[in-house]
């Protein structure tokens, strides 16, 4: 009975948790479907408002779009860390903070021809879970059982998608660059639900409920470039990229116990989840070797976003979805004094960054209610003696979400340090 009865008031406590304390390691929105969705990793895009899809590759390796892959010119390896503090108010204005650090990406990029064919390869996550939730209320069942105590209830979750990227960019003229981009998505996301009960007539109860997840996809990638617009020094980049819809083999396990330890419960539950198209338009101008301007917009229809499996915020019995479709815009501006003097002082071969986005979230805790987000992106690229060498140190700000009703609005600053390493290999020597 003291079983059913926490599997009950679990169930009763869902659709209000998003009131709760929240802690752990990110968003408490990252409960709800896959979790936060992350883009390719990009030290310089980050800074510049997330997207960056018609940048070039002379600096970083740009996986967003594989067509930029054919600029290289350096071999290019860049990695990084980002540290996070979030604070979440709800309706009631009750606060919690949170503070966190994970590792970021990695991405390397080899020239085949310079300037002409070049690969790229990375590590990033897709998909981010990572929250903590507890609740503390009076236990009040009626008159058939009467308890003065108080019970906890907990709602913890993390993992997420991770994907393995490789793509290939060729230059088809001096104009047109074309891309092929390949990932492997994997991940496992685990959901775990507890009931502490104080009152000794009710046993403690755990619930785990762990989700791998594994698939692949493509992406394809245009830019167009064109030269020479408006002054002699100019150039405009125009950028297209495309995201394959693809399904991803589920297998989830479900374990059951009482107080710190679960017993698996069945056997393991098959499935497929299929994740929608994503499609990307993306804008740079540079009127000078010292400025530049970018803009992108990204859509992926989230409401055909189907599984056999049960997802916070998506139930495919009944049909319920909260999921929407989540349009992404973001643009940013980057000052280079020095331009291309490599000789300049220090100060002046140091970029500056500075960006914006907003994003309609794809999923929400309460149907007919979106989950936007807003925020600012900033950051500086620091010049070492390794020649391409630079590490980057970017800042982003925002705001997630708003504290009315049963949605909560997170504050978040996030700080990146990357190391952006580059230089000459392969290249044959000069026999004097």
Request: aromatic share 10%; charged share 20%; net charge negative.
């Amino acid at each position: 009975m003291s079983r059913l009865v926490a599997l009950a008031l679990l169930a009763i406590l869902l659709p209000a948790s998003a009131l709760a304390q929240q802690e752990g390691e990110g968003s408490v929105y990252s409960r709800y479907g896959l979790g936060q969705l992350l883009p390719h990793y990009s030290s310089k895009s980050y800074a510049l408002g997330g997207e960056g899809l018609a940048f070039n590759s002379t600096t970083f390796t740009n996986l967003a779009n594989p067509a930029s892959l054919s600029d290289q010119i350096l071999v290019r390896l860049s990695g990084g860390m980002r540290f996070e503090g979030v604070e979440t108010t709800d309706a009631l204005d009750v606060q919690s903070k949170l503070s966190s650090s994970s590792f970021d990406g990695l991405t390397i990029g080899v020239p085949l021809r310079p300037n002409q064919v070049g690969l790229g390869f990375g590590f990033s996550k897709m998909s981010q879970v990572g929250y903590l939730i507890d609740v503390i209320k009076p236990l009040d069942l009626g008159d058939t059982i009467d308890s003065g105590e108080n019970f906890g209830a907990r709602f913890q979750g993390n993992g997420g998608l991770n994907r393995i990227s490789s793509g290939v960019g060729y230059r088809l003229s001096p104009a047109v660059s074309v891309g092929l981009r390949g990932d492997v998505i994997f991940g496992i996301i685990e959901d775990i639900q507890e009931t502490v009960f104080q009152d000794a007539r009710f046993v403690d109860t755990k619930i785990v409920r762990s989700t791998r997840l594994f698939g692949a996809t493509a992406g394809l990638g245009v830019r167009v470039s064109l030269r020479d617009l408006l002054r002699d020094t100019d150039f405009l980049n125009l950028a297209f990229t495309f995201d394959l819809p693809t399904t991803l083999d589920a297998r989830r396990v479900i374990a059951e116990g009482r107080g710190e330890t679960a017993d698996t419960l069945q056997s393991e539950i098959p499935g497929s989840v299929d994740i929608p198209m994503s499609v990307g338009v993306g804008l740079l101008y540079q009127p000078s070797p010292k400025l530049s301007f970018n803009a992108d917009l990204r859509y992926e229809p989230w409401t055909e976003f189907s599984s056999d499996l049960t997802f916070p915020g998506y139930t495919p019995v009944s049909g319920g979805s909260n999921t929407d479709d989540r349009l992404r815009v973001s643009g940013g501006i980057e000052y280079f004094p020095a331009g291309r003097d490599l000789l300049a002082p220090f100060l002046q071969r140091t970029a500056y960054r500075l960006g914006a986005f907003m994003e309609s979230g794809y999923v929400s805790p309460v149907n007919d209610q979106k989950v936007d987000s807003y925020g600012i992106t900033s950051g500086v690229s620091l010049p070492t003696l390794g020649g391409g060498t630079r590490i980057d140190i970017n800042l982003d700000v925002g705001t997630r979400g708003t504290a009315t009703g049963s949605l909560v609005r997170d504050r978040y600053i996030r700080i990146g340090i990357h190391l952006n390493f580059a230089e000459r290999w392969f290249a044959r020597r000069q026999l004097g």
